[in-house]
């Protein structure tokens, strides 16, 4: 059970690290790595990626409640953004843990990095709209959540790579942009992990200490490392300036969607 103790504790370094630095749940890197421990630790072939996918948003309770408290600190959550959002994070993500083990991983894959692509790169020329482009009222910031929590559920992320292209896009600061969608990723991290435990309760051949598809050891080592490192990722964040932190972003969030592109492949 504690063998891969070093190996879990590594990644979640690096995932608190980000999380706080850019709000990123850091999935698109999780799930491949931890995929290829259990398919190492001989858990049943076909449970491996669900059990990576449950894992993974499982830690994003921990990771997301750390970088947000950290961003919270430095005023910078737009509170009003996240209630308008939360409605449809929820539902979209509970759904999107529900359906997870029915879609076609490959095509899903296609499609999330072709946005996130497009995303990152009108990030990385910062351009702007040729009208401003203001927030949408309750019902608007519902629908967004709603695509937001779907993507996450079924990338297993925490769905900063839309919530900051999105916010950013309509003139919030990318520091407020960036701790808005830290906090985005709690109600996304509470409805997926949900719904993967609801999906696999019923599962057999499933390896102990697990709770539906959710593997606990792995869980447990992930979020001692990830919570000590995001406060560090927050302050970092805090301390660089908005269009450096842009072009990091986007950088970051063109590796991420190529790695979970080839991790299908």
């Known amino acids: 059970m504690t063998e891969w103790w070093w190996a879990y504790l590594a990644l979640g370094a690096f995932v608190g690290f980000f999380s706080g630095l850019l709000g990123i749940g850091g999935g698109s890197a999780m799930v491949p790595v931890l995929a290829l421990i259990f398919a190492a630790k001989h858990f049943t072939a076909p449970h491996v990626v669900h059990l990576a996918l ?75 709209p040729a009208t401003p482009r203001e927030l949408p009222g309750a019902l608007g910031l519902s629908a967004a959540g709603g695509v937001v929590g779907a993507f996450a559920s079924l ?29 985005v990723g709690w109600p996304v991290a509470l409805a997926g992990t949900v719904g993967y435990v609801v999906s696999g309760m019923t599962v057999s051949g499933l390896p102990g200490w697990s709770v539906g598809f959710v593997y606990l050891p792995a869980l447990a080592w992930i979020v001692v490392a990830s919570m000590l490192m995001a406060p560090l990722g927050a302050a970092i964040a805090h301390r660089t300036p908005g269009k450096t932190l842009k072009r990091v972003f986007a950088v970051v969030l063109y590796l991420l969607a190529t790695n979970m592109l080839i991790s299908f492949f």
Do not use: Q
Not at 159 to 169: N, T
């Open 155 to 183: 990338t297993a992320t925490a769905g900063a790579s839309l919530v900051v292209p999105f916010l950013v896009r309509r003139n919030l600061p990318v520091h407020e942009a960036i701790g808005t969608a830290a906090a």
């Open 54 to 128: 449950g894992t993974c948003i499982a830690t994003i309770l921990f990771t997301s409640a750390s970088s947000v408290l950290s961003h919270h600190r430095r005023e910078a959550v737009n509170w009003r953004v996240l209630t308008g959002m939360v409605p449809g994070v929820m539902l979209g993500t509970f759904a999107g843990a529900l359906l997870a083990g029915r879609l076609d991983a490959r095509t899903l894959s296609i499609v999330f990095t072709a946005l996130i692509y497009y995303l990152a790169t009108m990030m990385l020329m910062d351009r702007k």
